[in-house]
């Protein structure tokens, strides 16, 4: 019997069938708006049909804060989920199959983890994408706190003058970093609109594009930064759309590198590519 396993992230859901660690079959839709865990969970399920005679599990990855209670959105333009949103029991009773849930960075986090082998104790992963997430493994356990928050880096804040957050907050490095504050800034300068896939394949021609791409990715390194000096990590994994995207990497690594010596981290790209989050969602039933 395999896992089905389901990333909510704030812009796609992606699905995947997964077997012994390994993703068989994927599939993936645009998040709708958060009403109901029910009608949520029957449209996430009327995408997996297929599936549902070969599973005997389902893993839940998912943007916002996880707790028994449901999830529950830290920066609601990210996706607004009316809280707490029991979406496991309504998954739950609609298959009646065993869930698991944690946060989709947090779920990363450990799969990153163990993928890296065993000389590791203290990593974070780093997911830039709709928003900026992330999940810390310490002393080789993942740490989520009493309240399930820990990891929500993506709200920690780099420019004490920088934009409004839709957590309340103002200058966090999502307001900076994530796709979304890249497409605000871009739409503030180019017209007509271009796609984040179209800023990135112009940055090596516009000086705009790349300034819009720097300021992200030197908001990143600022962050690599702080989680040295807070948790002396060993290494921090990259994932995410925009974390991923060419070049990115290179930019954050770069601007590390012109930081003081004792607060650099070397900083790779997720081994699960961009569906470490998903693999994350099936990983929670291994260990
Ligand atoms: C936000 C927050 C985090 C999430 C991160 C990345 C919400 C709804 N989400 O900071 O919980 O991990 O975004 O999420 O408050 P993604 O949607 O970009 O994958
Ligand atoms: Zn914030």
């Not at 516009?206 to 908001?219: L, T």
Request: glycine share 10%.
């Amino acid at each position: 019997m395999h896992t089905l396993a389901i990333d909510i992230g704030g812009t796609k859901i992606a699905l995947g069938l997964v077997g012994n660690g390994q993703l068989i079959e994927r599939t993936q839709l645009p998040t709708p708006k958060a009403q109901n865990a029910e009608q949520f969970a029957q449209v996430i399920l009327a995408h997996a049909d297929k599936w549902l005679p070969e599973i005997n599990k389902i893993g839940v990855s998912t943007t916002g804060l996880v707790t028994k209670d449901g999830i529950s959105a830290i920066n609601p333009d990210t996706l607004a989920f009316p809280s707490p949103f029991p979406l496991a029991q309504a998954l739950e009773s609609l298959t009646n199959k065993p869930v698991a849930m944690l946060n989709d960075a947090q779920a990363a986090a450990w799969y990153e983890f163990k993928a890296l082998g065993s000389t590791i104790d203290n990593m974070a992963f780093i997911t830039v994408s709709t928003g900026v997430g992330g999940g810390v493994v310490i002393n080789r356990q993942l740490h989520q706190g009493n309240a399930g928050l820990a990891g929500h880096i993506g709200h920690t804040v780099v420019e004490l003058d920088g934009p409004k957050c839709g957590c309340g907050q103002t200058g966090c490095v999502e307001a900076i970093a994530s796709g979304t504050a890249i497409k605000k800034a871009s739409d503030d300068y180019f017209f007509p609109h271009i796609s984040n896939i179209d800023l990135f394949s112009l940055a090596s021609k516009s000086q705009h594009a790349e300034a819009i791409i720097a300021r992200s990715a030197n908001a990143i390194a600022a962050l690599c930064c702080n989680l040295k000096a807070t948790l002396d990590l060993d290494i921090i994994v990259l994932g995410g759309g925009i974390g991923l995207a060419t070049g990115y990497l290179d930019r954050v690594n770069k601007a590390i590198a012109s930081r003081p010596g004792a607060f650099q981290v070397s900083v790779v790209a997720a081994k699960g590519d961009y569906d470490a989050c998903l693999l994350g969602a099936a990983y929670q039933f291994k260990e």
